[in-house]
């Protein structure tokens, strides 16, 4: 059962937003701090964790409270879940991520 989960835009040039409770893949998520816009989620999020709001390409960098954290390892649809599987840090060199299988 779908349900709304509110999702928070720390600042307006991020391109993701903390989920503010746990989100299951089809709930949507009421992005506060971005004109309250729905969202559905891709996936299972847990609350702390990020939503994308918007596309982000590879290589874009991943901006949370208006600082870049990292970037894309790839593509990111909006909705996805945000996290270690596609975001690397800017050391990163390419020969380890932590994808799960």
């Known amino acids: 059962?779908?349900?709304?989960?509110?999702?928070?835009?720390?600042?307006?040039?991020?391109?993701?937003a903390v989920a503010l409770g746990q989100m299951?893949?089809?709930?949507?998520?009421v992005l506060?701090?971005?004109d309250d816009r729905k969202l559905c989620c891709r996936d299972?999020?847990?609350?702390?964790h990020k939503i994308s709001v918007k596309q982000i390409v590879s290589g874009e960098a991943i901006v949370k409270g208006g600082f870049a954290i990292g970037v894309a390892c790839r593509d990111i649809l909006p909705g996805e879940h945000v996290h270690i599987h596609n975001l690397c840090s800017f050391t990163d060199t390419g020969g380890h991520r932590y994808d799960n299988p």
């Open 1 to 16: 059962m779908e349900q709304n989960i509110y999702g928070y835009v720390i600042a307006p040039e991020d391109n993701v």
């Open 32 to 34: 506060c701090g971005y």
């Open 24 to 29: 299951q893949q089809g709930d949507y998520a």
């Open 44 to 48: 299972t999020i847990s609350e702390g």
